[in-house]
């Protein structure tokens, strides 16, 4: 493994769009404890860049956008209803999280 990797908070950070980017942050946090490092707001309460973080652990995510990038995505309704991400969160003990 490279040795800048084990230095890192995080070494793989999944980034993710969601289509009303400000509740599902504050869901996340909420749900899961996650925890806001990073928000950057964007134009008719959209977010431009979050980063939040989960222990040693971080995710990315933005409201859909119009961008290079931002066109590779798909959100479920465009590609006939499948999800494109999924993240695992690690919690002590999911029966008692739920």
């Avoid at 964007?42 to 933005?62: K, R, V, Y």
Wanted: hydrophobic fraction near 45%; proline fraction near 5%; include cysteine.
């Amino acid at each position: 493994m490279a040795t800048n990797a084990k230095n890192t908070r995080a070494n793989v950070i999944p980034a993710m769009r969601y289509r009303d980017a400000p509740a599902a942050i504050e869901w996340l946090c909420r749900a899961f404890g996650f925890e806001k490092h990073l928000i950057v707001p964007g134009e008719n309460n959209t977010i431009d860049h979050a980063q939040l973080t989960f222990g040693n652990g971080m995710i990315m995510l933005s409201s859909p956008v119009d961008s290079d990038f931002g066109r590779l995505m798909r959100q479920p309704e465009q590609i006939g209803g499948a999800e494109t991400q999924a993240a695992y969160i690690v919690v002590a003990d999911a029966d008692a999280h739920a």
